[in-house]
Protein backbone atom coordinates (compact mmCIF):
# COMPACT_ATOMS: atom_id res chain seq x y z
CA UNK A 1 0.00 0.00 0.00
CA UNK A 2 3.05 1.97 -0.31
CA UNK A 3 2.53 3.34 -3.65
CA UNK A 4 -0.79 4.92 -2.42
CA UNK A 5 1.13 7.17 -0.25
CA UNK A 6 2.29 9.76 -2.77
CA UNK A 7 -0.86 10.12 -3.99
CA UNK A 8 -2.88 11.00 -0.42
CA UNK A 9 -3.88 14.33 -1.38
CA UNK A 10 -5.44 13.14 -4.58
CA UNK A 11 -7.13 10.29 -2.92
CA UNK A 12 -8.49 12.67 -0.27
CA UNK A 13 -10.69 14.90 -2.60
CA UNK A 14 -12.49 11.86 -3.92
CA UNK A 15 -16.30 11.97 -3.52
CA UNK A 16 -16.84 9.20 -6.03
CA UNK A 17 -15.69 5.79 -6.68
CA UNK A 18 -16.91 4.42 -9.93
CA UNK A 19 -15.80 0.82 -10.28
CA UNK A 20 -15.73 -1.40 -13.52
CA UNK A 21 -17.28 -4.69 -12.63
CA UNK A 22 -15.43 -7.47 -14.48
CA UNK A 23 -11.88 -7.74 -14.02
CA UNK A 24 -12.21 -5.47 -11.32
CA UNK A 25 -15.16 -6.27 -9.23
CA UNK A 26 -15.12 -10.25 -10.20
CA UNK A 27 -11.59 -11.66 -11.83
CA UNK A 28 -12.67 -11.30 -15.55
CA UNK A 29 -13.71 -14.82 -16.12
CA UNK A 30 -17.52 -15.14 -17.40
CA UNK A 31 -19.17 -18.25 -16.25
CA UNK A 32 -22.79 -20.03 -17.23
CA UNK A 33 -24.76 -22.26 -15.47
CA UNK A 34 -26.46 -25.24 -17.73
CA UNK A 35 -29.46 -22.86 -18.57
CA UNK A 36 -27.15 -19.96 -19.80
CA UNK A 37 -27.22 -17.37 -16.59
CA UNK A 38 -24.67 -15.57 -15.74
CA UNK A 39 -22.56 -16.14 -12.43
CA UNK A 40 -19.96 -14.04 -10.83
CA UNK A 41 -17.42 -14.22 -8.18
CA UNK A 42 -17.04 -11.64 -5.85
CA UNK A 43 -15.10 -10.93 -3.13
CA UNK A 44 -16.31 -10.68 0.28
CA UNK A 45 -13.81 -8.36 1.30
CA UNK A 46 -14.36 -6.05 -1.31
CA UNK A 47 -17.97 -5.71 -0.20
CA UNK A 48 -16.65 -4.64 3.21
CA UNK A 49 -14.22 -2.08 1.94
CA UNK A 50 -17.53 -0.82 0.09
CA UNK A 51 -20.00 -0.84 2.68
CA UNK A 52 -17.24 1.28 4.81
CA UNK A 53 -16.22 3.61 2.18
CA UNK A 54 -20.50 4.66 2.03
CA UNK A 55 -20.37 4.40 5.70
CA UNK A 56 -17.64 7.12 5.25
CA UNK A 57 -19.46 9.18 3.30
CA UNK A 58 -18.07 8.56 0.16
CA UNK A 59 -20.52 7.40 -2.49
CA UNK A 60 -20.04 4.20 -5.02
CA UNK A 61 -21.19 3.34 -8.36
CA UNK A 62 -20.82 0.81 -11.10
CA UNK A 63 -19.89 1.67 -14.65
CA UNK A 64 -19.71 -1.79 -17.01
CA UNK A 65 -20.14 -3.00 -20.41
CA UNK A 66 -22.38 -5.55 -19.35
CA UNK A 67 -25.93 -6.41 -17.73
CA UNK A 68 -26.13 -9.89 -15.46
CA UNK A 69 -28.74 -10.09 -12.77
CA UNK A 70 -25.45 -11.40 -10.60
CA UNK A 71 -24.15 -7.76 -11.09
CA UNK A 72 -27.55 -6.10 -9.99
CA UNK A 73 -27.71 -9.10 -6.72
CA UNK A 74 -24.45 -7.87 -5.39
CA UNK A 75 -25.11 -3.94 -6.31
CA UNK A 76 -28.28 -4.56 -3.75
CA UNK A 77 -26.46 -6.47 -1.41
CA UNK A 78 -24.36 -3.51 -0.96
CA UNK A 79 -26.14 -0.82 -1.13
CA UNK A 80 -24.87 0.45 -4.71
CA UNK A 81 -27.92 2.21 -6.60
CA UNK A 82 -25.82 4.04 -9.03
CA UNK A 83 -25.45 0.73 -11.35
CA UNK A 84 -24.99 2.16 -14.90
CA UNK A 85 -24.85 -1.82 -16.86
CA UNK A 86 -24.70 -2.14 -20.35
CA UNK A 87 -22.78 1.19 -21.23
CA UNK A 88 -20.97 0.39 -24.42
CA UNK A 89 -19.42 4.29 -23.99
CA UNK A 90 -18.61 5.07 -20.39
CA UNK A 91 -17.25 8.30 -20.86
CA UNK A 92 -20.06 9.48 -22.25
CA UNK A 93 -21.87 9.38 -19.51
CA UNK A 94 -19.54 10.72 -17.19
CA UNK A 95 -21.61 14.06 -17.24
CA UNK A 96 -24.67 12.53 -16.40
CA UNK A 97 -23.00 10.55 -13.58
CA UNK A 98 -21.79 13.70 -11.92
CA UNK A 99 -25.11 15.61 -12.21
CA UNK A 100 -26.63 12.91 -10.72
CA UNK A 101 -23.96 12.70 -7.67
CA UNK A 102 -23.42 16.49 -7.88
CA UNK A 103 -19.98 15.12 -7.69
CA UNK A 104 -17.12 17.69 -9.81
CA UNK A 105 -15.27 14.98 -12.26
CA UNK A 106 -11.94 16.04 -10.73
CA UNK A 107 -13.55 14.40 -7.98
CA UNK A 108 -14.46 11.12 -9.00
CA UNK A 109 -12.19 8.37 -8.75
CA UNK A 110 -12.66 4.98 -11.12
CA UNK A 111 -11.23 1.73 -11.30
CA UNK A 112 -10.72 -0.17 -14.66
CA UNK A 113 -8.82 -2.89 -16.12
CA UNK A 114 -9.15 -2.97 -20.03
CA UNK A 115 -9.26 -0.81 -22.89
CA UNK A 116 -12.88 0.02 -22.94
CA UNK A 117 -12.23 2.16 -19.78
CA UNK A 118 -9.10 4.61 -20.35
CA UNK A 119 -12.06 7.04 -22.54
CA UNK A 120 -13.74 7.40 -18.80
CA UNK A 121 -9.82 7.09 -17.02
CA UNK A 122 -8.99 9.83 -18.58
CA UNK A 123 -11.95 12.55 -18.06
CA UNK A 124 -12.20 11.88 -14.30
CA UNK A 125 -9.62 13.02 -11.31
CA UNK A 126 -8.30 10.04 -10.20
CA UNK A 127 -7.98 6.70 -12.58
CA UNK A 128 -7.29 3.31 -11.10
CA UNK A 129 -6.11 -0.09 -12.56
CA UNK A 130 -6.26 -3.18 -11.05
CA UNK A 131 -2.83 -4.97 -10.81
CA UNK A 132 -4.05 -7.67 -13.64
CA UNK A 133 -5.28 -4.78 -15.95
CA UNK A 134 -4.34 -4.73 -19.88
CA UNK A 135 -0.52 -3.67 -20.13
CA UNK A 136 -1.45 -0.15 -21.64
CA UNK A 137 -4.34 0.75 -18.83
CA UNK A 138 -1.95 0.11 -16.18
CA UNK A 139 0.77 2.69 -18.01
CA UNK A 140 -1.84 5.21 -18.53
CA UNK A 141 -3.36 4.80 -14.47
CA UNK A 142 -2.47 7.50 -12.13
CA UNK A 143 -2.73 4.71 -9.42
CA UNK A 144 -2.25 0.47 -9.78
CA UNK A 145 -3.33 -1.73 -7.06
CA UNK A 146 -1.30 -4.27 -5.76
CA UNK A 147 -4.34 -7.12 -5.68
CA UNK A 148 -5.82 -8.58 -9.16
CA UNK A 149 -9.33 -7.98 -9.65
CA UNK A 150 -11.89 -9.83 -7.84
CA UNK A 151 -9.32 -10.71 -5.34
CA UNK A 152 -9.02 -7.63 -3.12
CA UNK A 153 -8.40 -5.03 -5.39
CA UNK A 154 -11.48 -3.01 -4.51
CA UNK A 155 -10.75 -3.68 -0.42
CA UNK A 156 -7.12 -1.90 -1.52
CA UNK A 157 -8.67 0.60 -3.02
CA UNK A 158 -11.68 1.33 -0.82
CA UNK A 159 -8.59 1.27 2.60
CA UNK A 160 -6.74 3.48 0.78
CA UNK A 161 -9.66 6.59 0.36
CA UNK A 162 -10.32 6.02 3.59
CA UNK A 163 -6.68 6.19 5.18
CA UNK A 164 -6.29 9.97 2.80
CA UNK A 165 -9.30 11.31 4.91
CA UNK A 166 -8.25 9.78 8.56
CA UNK A 167 -10.92 7.75 8.76
CA UNK A 168 -9.53 3.84 9.03
CA UNK A 169 -7.82 3.98 12.10
CA UNK A 170 -11.63 5.34 13.35
CA UNK A 171 -13.73 2.62 11.27
CA UNK A 172 -11.36 -0.24 12.72
CA UNK A 173 -12.36 0.40 16.22
CA UNK A 174 -16.03 -1.02 15.52
CA UNK A 175 -14.16 -4.55 14.91
Excluded at 8 to 33: F, N, P, Q, S
Excluded at 140 to 169: F, M, Y
Aim: include cysteine.
Amino acid sequence: MQHWQKHLDKLAHIDLLLLDVDGVMTDGRIIYDADGREIKAFHVRDGLGIRLLMQAGIKVGVVTGRRSEALMHRCRDLGIGMIHAGVSDKAALLDRIADQAGVAAENIAFAGDDLVDLPLMRRIGLSIAVADAHEIVRSQADLITTSPGGAGAVREICEALLKSRGRWESMLKEF
